[in-house]
């Protein structure tokens, strides 16, 4: 399938809502050319699968799927984080399904309303896989098995936080590091860009 293909936005038939945790699996399934790290994540989320028929409800005590988002902005390759109220870290958008199984529409939603950004667009194969414990205030442990994808916003784009975080901004790579991000986010970020860049519609070189 051709990159502008695979571009979607909200109302798209291809971000139609479906409920069944077996469309996350199919999806996960399909993910090939994986180097090992992304490979060995992308079995531990079938397998958490097979024995979570819940997984995709946050009510799932031992952790649920969940969907982010890079968003980047058109022509100059920045992208968003957003430093979580909760969290209290400089995260990426994203947030749970909820029951949604078709991921990249939980991801644009949640960028969505992260942002405020109207007319984002999804890239619908995910680029990132990443299982991470978090520890929310009044709540155990538990684990986010999240599936990321890449978002297009139009050059411009003003951000618009909700109560979900305290302050959002448009950075870079470099920048990213100094703000103290993790890893996981710096490998979206680096992948994430890198697939940008064989797109048209991003405008990267």
Known sequence: MKPTQLLATAGSPALAPDP???????????????????????DDMLVF?????????????????????????????????????????????????????????????????ETGIEGLMVVTEPIDLDIHEVRPPAEPPHLHHDIRFLV???AGSVPVGNHESESLRWTTPTEAAD?????????????GLDVARGIPEFGLA
């Open 20 to 42: 069944h945790l077996v469309t996350v699996v199919s999806l996960l399934q399909s993910m090939d050319a994986l180097d090992a790290q992304q490979a060995s994540v992308r």
């Open 49 to 113: 699968a097979e024995h979570h028929p819940d997984a995709l409800l946050r009510t799932c005590v031992d952790g649920h799927f969940t969907g982010s988002a890079l968003v980047v902005e058109q022509g100059t390759g920045r992208f968003l984080l957003l430093f979580h109220t909760k969290l209290r870290k400089w995260l990426q958008p994203g947030g749970h399904t909820d029951g949604e199984a078709r991921m990249a529409a939980t991801a644009l939603r949640e960028a969505s309303e």
């Open 152 to 154: 297009l916003a139009a």
């Open 179 to 191: 703000l103290g991000v993790d890893e996981s986010v710096l490998r979206l970020v680096r992948t």
